[in-house]
């Protein structure tokens, strides 16, 4: 779906949504665990003061989750970028598909409880 427009209302509503309900914090640095945390910021993470909303599963493998407040979490932009990069959002290294899935489920587990 790439960048939205600033008349897509539907989707900056949504956008909206999500950064109230996740108080447009990253989950992901908010679930760390301080050794976690740490190990994180060495590895150079310049983004983290940006927050995008993310999409858990891509909107281009279904469409239809392009609004859903159940498929989106705010993210900082290093975690985001490494996440759909499939790598270690701590360590910036390339994981493995079941590694990418297990970080996904721990933050939806954060989110969704």
């Not at 945390?37 to 995008?52: E, T, V």
């Not at 407040?69 to 390339?94: E, F, I, W």
Request: charged residues 35%; glycine residues 6%.
């Amino acid at each position: 779906m790439g960048r939205r427009g600033e008349d897509d209302e539907k989707y900056w509503e949504f956008n909206k949504k999500i950064r109230e309900r996740d108080k447009n914090m990253c989950v992901l640095c908010r679930i760390l665990t301080p050794g976690e945390y740490a190990q994180f910021m060495k590895s150079n993470p310049l983004m983290i003061g940006k927050i995008d909303v993310a999409h858990i599963i891509p909107v281009g493998n279904d469409p239809a989750k392009y609004c859903d407040m159940d498929n989106a979490v705010c993210l900082c932009r290093c975690h985001h970028q490494r996440l759909d990069s499939y790598q270690d959002p701590v360590t910036g290294k390339n994981c493995k598909k079941s590694d990418h899935e297990k970080w996904w489920e721990r933050i939806k587990k954060f989110v969704f409880k």
